[in-house]
Every structure is written in structure tokens, then in C-alpha cells.
């Protein structure tokens, strides 16, 4: 059967990997989701986005997979960089109020 | 471009004080929200403005909080009777129309003593 990826509030990770974060959402009338990035600090960061009607949509470095069946988003990070140290947050909507996710703490290692 | 922009950065103040939050969106914007960030909780939706109205007020947490948006532009968030429990870090964020991307500010962090 077809696993889902278990939402970890912490990740490590060695610089050069691939990294992979999991979210799991809740609304299946959402159809808009986005991963933003926040450092200490700071405001979250647009990452990337996807809507209902994909199910994968890739940007510079990042992958962001949709599965609406078991209602679960990915944020892929290839090579990941010591820069990507932070924590990230996924967010979903149907409308204008975004819901967010616990977020998963980033640490990169030399 | 400049992207949205909160003052102040920092704000301490008393228990009973009241306090603004200054946020002013991306040029252009017509949607602007605010959000509360509290330690260890995730960020939570306050309210939402299309131009200079409010059809969504639905996550202010008391009738202690208020904000307003004139001109379609620069938004305040007015807390009255500060209380500890509204230490927490107020973000703004702006979408060039409603339902699209939201671009977050760097947030007020509020501490009441």
C-alpha cells in the first residue's frame, strides 16, 4: 500500500543531501497550499505553491508533491545548503485564511 | 521591490497599556491579514481586509483587539488593555488579490510585562 510520511517536528540533515518534509492537512475542500520557510526572527518566506489540480510542482532546488487522497504534502529540498537551516511551515486554504501546519526545525550539519 | 513592512519590530509594554501595529503591504496590494504567532503554537489567522473593509473578523481573539486599513493601504492592529497572554509575535501579510500568494512582513514582537 502506498505509505504517507510521517510529520517530524525536527530534522537533520548532512549539507549536500536531499531533504524531505512531510505535512499533513486537514480540510479536503482545501485547494491551494503553499510551504513557507521562517528564520529566527523573521516573517515565514514564500517558498513554493501548488493548487488542487497538480499533484507536483518543482521550483529552483524544491519539489513540492500534493496527494489529495490521503490529504499529505511534501516539500522536497535537493542538496540541501547550510542556508536552508530554519523551520518550515505548510499551509492550506480554500479561501484567503490560511491554515498552517506545527512546522518541522531544519538543521543543517556541516 | 520592497516587500511589507511592520513597525515596530519590537514592542514591550505594560499589563492595562494599549498598543498599534503598523503594517504596510506590498504597493499594489488589495488584500491585507493579519496572524499571531505565539511560542510554541503555530501562527493563527486574526483578520482579513479586501481594500479598506473587513468582511472577516472572525479570529480576533476579544473585543480587546480592533484594526483598521485606510486608503487601501497601511493597516493597524490596536490592542487595548494589554494582558500577558498577547505577548506573541503579530504578522502582516499582503496578496496582490484575495486567494493568492500571501507575503508575510517580518512580524511586531509584543511582550506585556
Known amino acids: 500500500g502506498e505509505s504517507v510520511g510521517l510529520h517530524l517536528p525536527t530534522l537533520s540533515v548532512q549539507e549536500g543531501d536531499n531533504s524531505i518534509i512531510n505535512c499533513a492537512y486537514s480540510?479536503?475542500?482545501?485547494?491551494?497550499f503553499i510551504w513557507y520557510k521562517q528564520e529566527s526572527g523573521k516573517g515565514p518566506q514564500f517558498i513554493i505553491d501548488?493548487?488542487?489540480?497538480?499533484d507536483k510542482r518543482q521550483g529552483q532546488r524544491v519539489t513540492v508533491l500534493l496527494n489529495k487522497t490521503v490529504k499529505h504534502l511534501s516539500l522536497q529540498i535537493a542538496a540541501t545548503q547550510p542556508g536552508d537551516s530554519a523551520v518550515y511551515f505548510c499551509?492550506?486554504?480554500?479561501?484567503?485564511?490560511?491554515?498552517f501546519g506545527a512546522g518541522t526545525t531544519v538543521t543543517v550539519r556541516a | 521591490g520592497a516587500g511589507v513592512s511592520q513597525s515596530p519590530s519590537n514592542k514591550v509594554t505594560e499589563k492595562g497599556k494599549d498598543v498599534e501595529l503598523r503594517c504596510d503591504p506590498i504597493?499594489?496590494?488589495?488584500?491585507l491579514y493579519w496572524y499571531r504567532q505565539s511560542l510554541g503554537q503555530g501562527l493563527e489567522f486574526l483578520i482579513y481586509?479586501?481594500?479598506?473593509?473587513?468582511?472577516?473578523k472572525s479570529g480576533l481573539p476579544s473585543d480587546r483587539f480592533s484594526a483598521e486599513r485606510t486608503g487601501g493601504s497601511v493597516s493597524t492592529l490596536t490592542i487595548q488593555r494589554t494582558q500577558q497572554e498577547d505577548s506573541a509575535v503579530y504578522l502582516c501579510?499582503?496578496?496582490?488579490?484575495?486567494?493568492?500568494?500571501?507575503?508575510f512582513g517580518p512580524g511586531t514582537r509584543l511582550l506585556v510585562l
Open positions: 501579510a499582503s496578496s496582490r488579490e484575495t486567494q493568492e500568494t500571501q507575503y
Open positions: 480540510n479536503s475542500a482545501s485547494d491551494y
Open positions: 501548488i493548487r488542487s489540480n497538480m
Open positions: 499551509a492550506e486554504t480554500n479561501d484567503y485564511k490560511l491554515s
Open positions: 504597493s499594489g496590494h488589495t488584500a
Open positions: 481586509f479586501q481594500g479598506n473593509s473587513a468582511p472577516d
